[in-house]
């Protein structure tokens, strides 16, 4: 698995610039009603972005990824979702207290998500000129004329060819890569400082995934963007992201740079999630498949969520929740195996 040099990131200037956080999330918890029970989707999350960074959020189907980036968007369903607790403070306004016609103004202006499946995220029975104006005609007082010719301009920076022939076409005329690239133009129209991009790659071929990835370092080199990238696919981790999120039932588990979680993880479901991916190094190796299933999140459990299927747990494991323990300035890992308290 191929990391790009740290010594690069470290050298971005975007990233170092701004020592404001873009968003700041904090203790955020998101549960579902349902007619079994309240379903504890997220429990407790909390992570920050720079301006100019990526980081990406990874973990297994159902840890609370999604949720969370919808929760951030002010897009959870209510009911049968709500906001529990926390806060999600976007250049220091908390997003959590406000009303909906609020929302709406910073929504596809400030903040803007490029949603799983680009198959259906957009509308059928409109022109993609007409989708992709849309969203600036309804932030801006720009002009209908100076929006088409800013809806061509961003095809063209997505890599979109002949854009003014292709505004007049209907989605079913694009392939699912031209596709995902307009989705990715809609999002960048009004030029936010954050980006949410939710499984961006999942419905495309390898080939066509290193093109958008190529795309989303391309643009944020161009705007300085804050990306936050919602994946399972470690290998997109490895090309793009500065900082990793490790996911597991709900919670982050392991927090660090792309070197520190690539090559010192710590958590034994990070651990997990390394050694079940295929890798050119250890040809002939047999891959490693975590072992049982992820919590039941009606009734979590009260101490650590990895305990059932952790090879190292211990007793407290079973009784509390670990806390964050700070490895670095940069690392930081929730588990008991590294808490100097369990070790008394």
């Given at each position: 698995?191929?990391?790009?040099?740290?010594?690069?990131?470290?050298?971005?200037?975007?990233?170092?610039?701004?020592?404001?956080?873009?968003?700041?999330?904090?203790?955020?918890?998101?549960?579902?009603?349902?007619?079994?029970?309240?379903?504890?989707?997220?429990?407790?999350?909390?992570?920050?972005?720079?301006?100019?960074?990526?980081?990406?959020?990874?973990?297994?189907?159902?840890?609370?990824?999604?949720?969370?980036?919808?929760?951030?968007?002010?897009l959870i369903p209510s009911p049968p979702g709500k906001i529990t607790n926390g806060q999600v403070m976007f250049n220091g306004r908390d997003l959590t207290g406000l009303a909906k016609n609020e929302l709406?103004?910073?929504?596809?202006?400030?903040?803007?998500?490029?949603?799983?499946?680009?198959?259906?995220?957009?509308?059928?029975?409109?022109?993609?000129?007409?989708?992709?104006?849309?969203?600036?005609?309804?932030?801006?007082?720009?002009?209908?004329?100076?929006?088409?010719?800013?809806?061509?301009?961003?095809?063209?920076?997505?890599?979109?060819?002949?854009?003014?022939?292709?505004?007049?076409?209907?989605?079913?005329?694009?392939?699912?890569?031209?596709?995902?690239?307009?989705?990715?133009?809609?999002?960048?129209?009004?030029?936010?400082?954050?980006?949410?991009?939710?499984?961006?790659?999942?419905?495309?071929?390898?080939?066509?995934?290193?093109?958008?990835?190529?795309?989303?370092?391309?643009?944020?080199?161009?705007?300085?963007?804050?990306?936050?990238?919602?994946?399972?696919?470690?290998?997109?981790?490895?090309?793009?992201?500065?900082?990793?999120?490790?996911?597991?039932?709900?919670?982050?588990?392991?927090?660090?740079?792309?070197?520190?979680?690539?090559?010192?993880?710590?958590?034994?479901?990070?651990?997990?999630?390394?050694?079940?991916?295929?890798?050119?190094?250890?040809?002939?190796?047999?891959?490693e498949p975590i072992e049982g299933t992820p919590p039941d999140l009606f009734a979590p459990p009260v101490g650590c969520p990895f305990t059932a299927r952790c090879p190292h747990a211990m007793t407290v494991?079973?009784?509390?929740?670990?806390?964050?323990?700070?490895?670095?300035?940069?690392?930081?890992?929730?588990?008991?195996?590294?808490?100097?308290?369990?070790?008394?």
């Amino acid at each position: 698995m191929k990391i790009a040099n740290d010594e690069k990131i470290k050298q971005n200037p975007k990233a170092k610039t701004y020592e404001q956080p873009v968003l700041q999330v904090d203790n955020l918890e998101v549960t579902f009603k349902t007619y079994g029970g309240t379903v504890q989707a997220v429990r407790g999350v909390s992570f920050n972005i720079m301006k100019g960074e990526t980081l990406a959020i990874v973990g297994e189907s159902g840890c609370g990824k999604s949720v969370t980036s919808s929760a951030i968007m002010g897009l959870i369903p209510s009911p049968p979702g709500k906001i529990t607790n926390g806060q999600v403070m976007f250049n220091g306004r908390d997003l959590t207290g406000l009303a909906k016609n609020e929302l709406r103004k910073i929504r596809g202006a400030d903040i803007s998500m490029i949603f799983q499946d680009p198959m259906t995220a957009l509308n059928p029975t409109l022109k993609i000129g007409d989708q992709l104006i849309e969203g600036i005609m309804q932030h801006t007082s720009i002009s209908t004329a100076d929006a088409k010719k800013k809806a061509i301009e961003m095809m063209k920076l997505v890599g979109i060819p002949n854009p003014t022939e292709r505004m007049k076409q209907y989605p079913h005329q694009f392939s699912g890569g031209m596709r995902q690239r307009i989705v990715i133009a809609i999002a960048l129209m009004c030029e936010p400082e954050l980006l949410i991009a939710d499984e961006p790659t999942t419905a495309l071929d390898v080939t066509i995934q290193a093109q958008i990835l190529e795309l989303f370092e391309e643009i944020q080199q161009k705007t300085g963007v804050a990306i936050i990238l919602i994946t399972h696919d470690l290998g997109v981790v490895a090309k793009i992201a500065n900082r990793i999120a490790v996911m597991y039932a709900g919670k982050i588990v392991e927090t660090g740079t792309k070197r520190e979680i690539f090559y010192e993880p710590k958590h034994p479901y990070t651990q997990g999630l390394l050694n079940s991916v295929p890798r050119l190094d250890l040809k002939g190796k047999p891959l490693e498949p975590i072992e049982g299933t992820p919590p039941d999140l009606f009734a979590p459990p009260v101490g650590c969520p990895f305990t059932a299927r952790c090879p190292h747990a211990m007793t407290v494991c079973e009784k509390i929740m670990p806390q964050q323990t700070a490895l670095s300035q940069s690392h930081g890992v929730n588990c008991w195996l590294l808490d100097e308290r369990a070790q008394r």
